[in-house]
């Protein structure tokens, strides 16, 4: 079983280095081809521009003895091969062999580019030294006319010699990439095998009581063991685990939520309360406005609970709700009347706009009414002086689409997943100076999916909030 593991690792290390090998070996080789015979050209095509300046009165004069004569002396100094050709091909001078004894160059690939486009060149093997050979052959020119060629050859042994050294780089970095691999490899797989029975064993354990996870792994080795332990305990216990887990979490954030919401006025009112005992009683003044500041408290604390019985009165799946049919338009029609003094205070402009003419819908009267009040409340509250606000009703074929929109406050991006969950405040202390309890919200979702609807908000902070709500028919 270890051995089996151990393999694997290692024909995987070898199988990736030696592709990576090839690989690196494949294009850093032709880069540096690429790159050599780049150098060599441009260089070659310097030296046989400066030689066609040395060769051209000759060349103009038909001087052959000098056109020889200065052609050895320049592949002396270059350390290349120099042919020179006139116009028609005619070998005038040759650093290798007796120009006399060559045949017409003219069709030679090079040669025919330079007297065609100034400058030509080709590898090839040279059939006079018997080695592969870089021409590079440039016309020279007398008065704007080509009166000849200059050209310059190489042998390539040089360059082939540098890749072969990059070759022997290659080869033993990749061995010893290799060997270290392996070593590594092995240590690897041991400390992966050597665990596995004692991860089985407390898997097993897990299965009895304790924890559960799932693993995705079928392999016959140890692994596949442990996967095997591990999946049967997740069949006994996921479900289980996960309910328990989630009714805690659901109990605790609920009652640290309450408890958080609730500490804020009836401290306030118990310190007012010890204040007036200790003599605040008897200034009536301060008794009034102390009595008027707890009563805004006391309000709020009923404001908290009346929203805790409703949320628990939706959630309640054997209440269900009662269905009538009724017209959507007619309803959001009454709400909004109903927020006149609110608008005026504020010097708000609340704009209703209708798109289609059947807005009926089979549903909960109360329950939606519950959620324009809601929607609508809150885009007041969040807008500022003299904002506007729209509401827009909107006959699909299956649902009615009601949006409210304002160019209040807005949401950042961060709160938008977590602005549905009870008590969840964007701003805390500015949410409380509004009057809100922060179930709004939870409240406005729950009564949407109770009809099998649709809510979503799209906000950003600073550009104001849309509601959107889809309503089956």
């Not at 008897?282 to 604390?301: P, Q, T, V, W, Y």
């Not at 927020?339 to 059947?358: E, M, R």
């Not at 500015?430 to 009564?447: D, N, P, Q, Y």
């Amino acid at each position: 079983m270890k051995n089996r593991i151990i393999w694997k690792f290692w024909g995987a290390n070898i199988f990736l280095i030696l592709i990576a090998v090839l690989v690196l070996n494949f294009f850093v080789r032709s880069r540096l081809l690429d790159y050599y015979e780049k150098r060599i050209s441009d260089d070659v095509a310097s030296n046989a521009l400066l030689a066609g300046d040395i060769l051209s009165d000759d060349l103009s004069g038909n001087n052959q003895d000098s056109v020889q004569e200065k052609t050895e002396y320049i592949a002396e100094k270059l350390g290349l091969r120099v042919t020179v050709v006139d116009r028609t091909g005619k070998v005038l001078g040759d650093s290798e062999k007796n120009p006399v004894l060559m045949e017409s160059h003219i069709d030679r690939e090079e040669v025919a580019a330079a007297v065609d486009a100034g400058l030509g060149e080709s590898v090839r093997m040279s059939n006079t030294l018997g080695l592969s050979m870089k021409y590079l052959a440039v016309a020279i020119e007398k008065n704007g006319e080509v009166i000849g060629v200059v050209r310059l050859a190489l042998p390539l042994t040089a360059l082939e010699q540098e890749v072969g050294v990059l070759n022997k780089i290659f080869i033993v970095g990749g061995i010893l990439a290799i060997v270290v691999t392996l070593l590594i490899g092995y240590f690897i797989s041991k400390n992966i095998t050597l665990p596995i029975h004692k991860m089985s064993e407390t898997a097993n354990s897990i299965a009895k009581g304790n924890f559960s996870k799932r693993v995705d792994l079928t392999t016959t080795d140890e692994l596949g063991g442990l996967a095997k332990a591990f999946n049967h305990m997740a069949d006994e216990l996921q479900n289980k685990i996960d309910s328990l887990k989630k009714n805690d979490q659901i109990r605790t954030d609920f009652v640290a939520n309450v408890s958080h919401e609730l500490k804020t006025p009836l401290t306030s009112i118990k310190g007012f309360i010890e204040t007036l005992e200790d003599g605040a009683i008897d200034d009536k003044e301060n008794a009034k406005r102390f009595l008027s500041i707890m009563g805004k408290h006391a309000d709020r604390l009923s404001n908290i609970v009346n929203d805790l019985l409703t949320l628990a009165a939706i959630e309640q799946p054997k209440d269900g709700i009662e269905k009538v049919t009724f017209d959507v338009k007619c309803l959001l029609d009454e709400v909004v009347l109903g927020f006149g003094h609110a608008l005026s205070i504020k010097k708000q402009k609340l704009n209703v706009g209708y798109k289609g003419d059947h807005f009926n819908i089979r549903g909960d009267k109360d329950k939606i009414e519950q959620v324009m009040v809601n929607l609508i409340d809150n885009a007041i509250k969040y807008t500022g002086q003299s904002g506007e606000i729209r509401v827009s009703l909107f006959e699909e074929k299956d649902n009615v689409m009601v949006t409210v929109e304002d160019n209040g406050a807005g949401i950042s991006k961060e709160h938008l997943d977590r602005i549905f969950e009870r008590f969840y405040r964007v701003d805390k202390s500015r949410s409380r100076e509004l009057g809100g309890t922060g179930l709004g919200l939870a409240i406005v979702k729950h009564i949407v999916k109770l009809h099998k609807g649709h809510i979503d908000i799209d906000s950003e902070a600073g550009k104001g909030t849309k509601v959107t709500i889809l309503l089956p028919r």
